[in-house]
């Protein structure tokens, strides 16, 4: 950290999730899988889905009002906005300058996109610590939505059975009492295995230089790839971020990573020896939802009773690029 970093309080957080949930029993409508292959795999029983009016943007704005409605701060005072997202609902405007307008947020701040897949919630908050520690910004609304569903390829049964849609949003301005809730944070990518897991904007090339060949415009993934990079990387990285910090496993009270795959963050928990009440999971209800599944694990499992606030916890997450981090956090009485 810079000298005379200014610290950061993290003053809100919330969530949004679609109405319609698929069940693995639904999916079983699609293609031949069922119930128990998805479980024993995944720990997925069954996810949200965008339908209607609902996207990415939409589940955006509603969780940048749960979390402003939960922060002491007022929308008027909002200075940035940070949008992680790999699965929009439009490449541009970006959403950030689409939930600016939306949420009458003042018209000459600036507002921007990152994509940094599931790790994008991880990189927004990195992003954010540096405005706020530099004195650039003060009050600062993070959002990180994804609509996966309307990415997937739908008879693709390796890849579809994981992700589900959702949102989630922070809150953060500088800390007025010295005490900065970002007690570390750090992010890393690894771009030469980036093929593992894509998304190509194919488009069509013009007529006059090459007869049109359409692509498909499906998420692809090397679930394998995926599975080995992260369980060899993870566990030694997250028990890493604890060291790094000067801190022991026992001054943290719960893990909450990125809900890609219950296997991968059980090994997670066996390399810190946590024990299964400190590791906070809901993959089971809602799949990976990308870059919201942290916010969403959080705040859902405080409404949940399972995560006392006044506590310390990990926020780990990993996703497309290859991207991961990680972040040290204090999560104070009544963010969410
Ligand atoms: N139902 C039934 N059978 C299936 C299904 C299904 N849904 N999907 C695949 N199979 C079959 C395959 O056809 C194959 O059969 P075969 O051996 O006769 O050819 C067999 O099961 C094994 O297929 P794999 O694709 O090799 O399955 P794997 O054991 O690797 O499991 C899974 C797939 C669950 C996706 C696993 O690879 C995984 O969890 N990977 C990690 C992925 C991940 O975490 N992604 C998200 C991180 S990145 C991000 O969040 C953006």
Excluded at 81 to 100: D, E, K, N, W
Excluded at 259 to 287: H, P
Aim: glycine letters at 8%.
């Amino acid at each position: 950290m810079i000298n005379n970093a200014i610290p950061l309080r993290i003053a809100g957080v919330g969530y949004s999730v679609p109405k319609a949930v698929v069940t693995n029993e639904d999916l079983t409508k699609l293609y031949d899988t069922s119930d128990e292959w998805i479980y024993t795999r995944t720990g997925i029983k069954e996810r949200r889905m965008v339908s209607g009016d609902e996207s990415a943007f939409e589940l955006g704005v509603d969780a940048a009002k749960n979390a402003l409605a939960k922060s002491d701060i007022k929308a008027d005072d909002i200075e940035l906005i940070i949008v992680a997202t790999s699965a929009p609902s439009q490449l541009y405007p970006a959403m950030g300058c689409r939930i600016q307008a939306e949420l009458g947020i003042p018209n000459n701040i600036p507002a921007f996109d990152i994509t940094a897949a599931c790790t994008g919630l991880i990189y927004a908050l990195s992003i954010a610590r540096g405005f706020i520690a530099s004195g650039m910004y003060k009050n600062i609304l993070i959002v990180a939505t994804d609509n996966n569903s309307k990415l997937l390829d739908w008879s693709d049964r390796s890849c579809s059975i994981l992700f589900g849609d959702g949102a989630g949003a922070m809150v953060v301005t500088a800390s007025e009492d010295g005490v900065d809730d970002i007690i570390s944070i750090d992010i890393k990518s690894d771009g030469s295995i980036g093929n593992i897991i894509e998304f190509n904007l194919a488009g069509k090339n013009c007529p006059l230089v090459e007869p049109n060949t359409e692509k498909p415009q499906f998420i692809t993934m090397n679930g394998k790839e995926v599975y080995r990079f992260v369980a060899r990387v993870l566990p030694e990285y997250v028990e890493q971020l604890v060291a790094n910090a000067g801190m022991k496993n026992e001054d943290i009270d719960y893990l909450i990573p990125h809900q890609a795959n219950l296997r991968i963050i059980q090994a997670v928990q066996e390399r810190l020896g946590y024990s299964e009440d400190k590791v906070i999971t809901n993959i089971e209800r809602f799949g990976n939802t990308s870059a919201a599944s942290i916010p969403l694990a959080l705040v859902e499992s405080v409404e949940q009773g399972k995560v006392k606030l006044g506590s310390t916890a990990i926020l780990t997450g990993f996703g497309a690029g290859m991207t991961w981090g990680g972040a040290i956090v204090r999560l104070r009485e009544g963010i969410c």
